[in-house]
């Protein structure tokens, strides 16, 4: 197949787009070339210091705080295949270095049972090359998506690097399969125009789109997919005082299940905000690890944990089951039907798993950061992203057996915060676990100077924020801890109902679209909701409740985005908003006078509390109601011009009010959960 060459067209801060007239029949077509550094966030240092036994306690000495190694970035090139046969990019070369010769596994074991380490220090590359490659940025792994394209389909080439790229920018070629070339300049500027989400409807007939500008008031004049103008069939929902523009788009037909789509977010000045993403319907899911023991054959114990599951309003099991009980009812024709009938769907580790059918998603691994700890043979610092290029491929593996499911990756706390940005656009769903009460057990254990850091919860929200920014516009999840501690090396409580709706808030503002606990077990060390102490029937119970109120307020979370919208609140009340399409504001409100220690939560009620916030222009007409774990109800509230004033009354813990200009949406959530959670809760309060 011959190639032919490409015209680019530069464009100021946005990277790289080619006009598709200037495209020739057989090429592909460069949509969009652009480097994008990760964000630092200086603020949270003091929580990654302090996650090391014997470190130093960073609330007594800030200035001993160390200088965390720079940040890199990702170098992410849009294509479309413009010829009229299929294109396969087999290799990418960066600064015209081979990347599949240069990042290559080493020959030690494998690491998390399926992958070997790579890096470019295995490699036999001549030192020159390799030094070439670190002052490039240093690679760390790279993707091409699709591995085969067919005429039409958009591809996304994404490089890894451990450092910034360069000022002066990269050259990559793309080695063609049967044959021939194509190089793609990619600008060294950093791209701060960015779609941060892109969300599908479950029929695949509408995709949310989320553009965060550089600067508020900047908002996308022109939407492309694919490197077609779809301006006509969008909704660009502006406002001179944000940096967030959502973007509506109803395509002539539904989308392609699985297929890769990139979109291009094009502002007046030329700047280019571009990602893509695989589409997949979208619902919450709100689960579990672990199960309910009992021994092979015991097909009861698996029967009613399913039940309560669903009783507790889950609809998510997470890979780890712990019971030989309920893995056979699981694998049971029986337990196989109450999943699907029950919509209780499965994260498991590769097709035919354990009977399971249709999965949410295959685990990647679990933890690799802590994988990369343990490599040997790279110099000190380099091991993390070691295993990254590993999964890759096994997720290219697992795509090639079953492409209608999507890849999940947990990360761990190893070489914090470059583990989340190194792996964050390695899965379709990136997954975190910031567990708070261990942080607040090492706190007391190895420095009560650090206790400060922890004395409220929000470290989760902190890993939470990076994470997402890490993976967007992917969708993420957040495993919170539901353990109480009982261990050789001393013992810990469990969590508080309290603390818990707290960490699930601050995940939720965040922007994780689905939630699990770990885990369900109750044996030690770790002893989990399974326990029947009053402390963990109670963090059970409310597990449950919450549990309600996230899948009613699903249809909101799944379309949203962590929006900038300044909100004026009375003292000791936290608030942040999410962006629900061009309709809605999800206000999360979280009362702020709390403190946790070792023995419980300390929390008092906020009395009276107010909000005030300007309606952004794309929201007129609005109506104001909350979501909690009863259902939907009233939410006091007055219009004076733009500026809307809303009175909650007391906030005893959490409050998610909602601020939308859709008339029916309330009745619709209602109607959600009067069918779907209000037999559950009546049972969950009754006990």
């Given at each position: 197949m011959r190639v032919a060459a490409i015209i680019l067209v530069s464009l100021a801060a946005g990277g790289t787009l080619c006009a598709a007239a200037q495209a020739q029949p057989e090429a592909l077509q460069v949509l969009a070339a652009q480097y994008r550094a990760d964000i630092p966030h200086p603020e949270s240092d003091a929580l990654w210091a302090s996650m090391s036994s014997g470190a130093i306690?960073?609330?007594?000495?800030?200035?001993?705080?160390?200088?965390?190694?720079?940040?890199?970035?990702?170098?992410h090139v849009y294509l479309r295949n413009a010829s009229r046969s299929p294109v396969e990019v087999e290799d990418v070369l960066l600064g015209g270095i081979s990347l599949k010769q240069a990042i290559a596994c080493s020959d030690q074991r494998k690491f998390k049972r399926h992958v070997y380490a790579a890096s470019i220090y295995f490699s036999d590359l001549p030192e020159e090359q390799r030094a070439q490659l670190v002052a490039?940025?240093?690679?760390?792994?790279?993707?091409?998506?699709?591995?085969?394209?067919?005429?039409?389909?958009?591809?996304?080439?994404?490089?890894r690097l451990r450092r910034d790229l360069p000022a002066q920018g990269a050259r990559l070629t793309l080695k063609l399969k049967p044959g021939g070339a194509q190089e793609v300049n990619v600008p060294g500027a950093d791209v701060r125009d960015r779609i941060t989400d892109i969300a599908f409807s479950e029929d695949l007939s509408t995709v949310w789109l989320f553009v965060r500008s550089a600067a508020a008031g900047r908002s996308p004049s022109r939407i492309l997919m694919d490197g077609t103008d779809v301006t006509a069939a969008c909704r660009i929902a502006r406002d001179p005082a944000l940096d967030l523009t959502p973007v509506v788009f109803r395509p002539p037909q539904p989308l392609e299940k699985t297929k890769l789509y990139s979109f291009q977010a094009i502002?007046?000045?030329?700047?280019?905000a571009a990602a893509a993403r695989r589409a997949f319907p979208q619902d919450v899911r709100y689960g579990t690890w672990g199960s309910r023991p009992g021994a092979e054959g015991q097909l009861e114990v698996g029967r009613q944990f399913v039940r309560e599951m669903a009783a507790l309003n889950m609809n998510l099991h997470m890979v780890s089951i712990g019971s030989a009980a309920v893995q056979d009812y699981f694998k049971s024709p029986e337990g196989q039907q109450a999943l699907k009938d029950l919509d209780i769907r499965r994260v498991v580790e590769e097709p035919g798993k354990q009977g399971s059918a249709t999965p949410h998603a295959y685990y990647?691994?679990?933890?690799?950061?802590?994988?990369?700890y343990r490599v040997q043979g790279v110099p000190p610092?380099?091991?993390i992203g070691c295993l990254a290029q590993g999964l890759v491929q096994r997720a290219q593996e697992l795509r090639l057996r079953d492409p209608a499911t999507p890849a999940m990756l947990n990360l761990n706390l190893t070489f914090t915060p470059q583990n989340w940005y190194i792996y964050g656009q390695v899965p379709d769903i990136f997954c975190a676990d910031p567990y708070y009460q261990p942080r607040l057990r090492q706190a007391y254990e190895d420095g009560p100077g650090r206790y400060p850091l922890y004395a409220k919860a929000g470290f989760v929200y902190a890993e939470t924020h990076i994470c997402k920014l890490a993976s967007e516009p992917r969708p993420l999840h957040i495993i919170l801890y539901a353990n109480s501690y009982d261990g050789e090396d001393g013992s810990f409580r469990g969590p508080t109902p309290t603390e818990k709706?707290?960490?699930l808030y601050y995940a939720l503002a965040a922007g994780a679209k689905g939630f699990s606990y770990w885990w369900f077990l109750p044996g030690k060390?770790?002893?989990g909701l399974a326990a029947e102490d009053p402390a963990t029937q109670a963090l059970r119970r409310e597990v449950g409740l919450m549990g309600a109120e996230i899948r009613t307020l699903g249809p909101l979370i799944t379309r949203s985005a962590p929006l900038n919208l300044p909100v004026q609140h009375a003292p000791r009340i936290w608030v942040r908003a999410l962006a629900c399409g061009d309709d809605s504001i999800l206000l999360v409100v979280v009362?702020?006078?709390y403190i946790n220690d070792r023995t419980g939560t300390v929390i008092r009620p906020v009395q009276d509390a107010r909000l005030s916030l300007r309606l952004p222009d794309w929201l007129d007409d609005a109506s104001v109601f909350e979501v909690n774990h009863l259902g939907t109800a009233d939410v006091a509230a007055r219009l004076e011009g733009r500026t809307l004033h809303v009175e909650p009354g007391t906030v005893e813990v959490t409050r998610a009010i909602i601020i939308t200009r859709d008339a029916g949406l309330r009745q619709k959530l209602q109607t959600d959960y009067d069918r779907s959670f209000a037999a559950n809760v009546r049972a969950l309060l009754a006990h």
């Open positions: 306690d960073p609330v007594l000495h800030p200035e001993r705080i160390f200088a965390r190694p720079a940040l890199g970035g990702n170098i490039l940025g240093e690679p760390i792994w790279w993707r091409v998506e699709p591995a085969r394209a067919d005429p039409g389909d958009a591809v996304e080439v994404t490089v502002f007046s000045d030329g700047a280019v990647l691994a679990d933890e690799p950061d802590t994988g990369d610092g380099k091991q709706r707290i960490e060390p770790a002893r009362n702020d006078d």
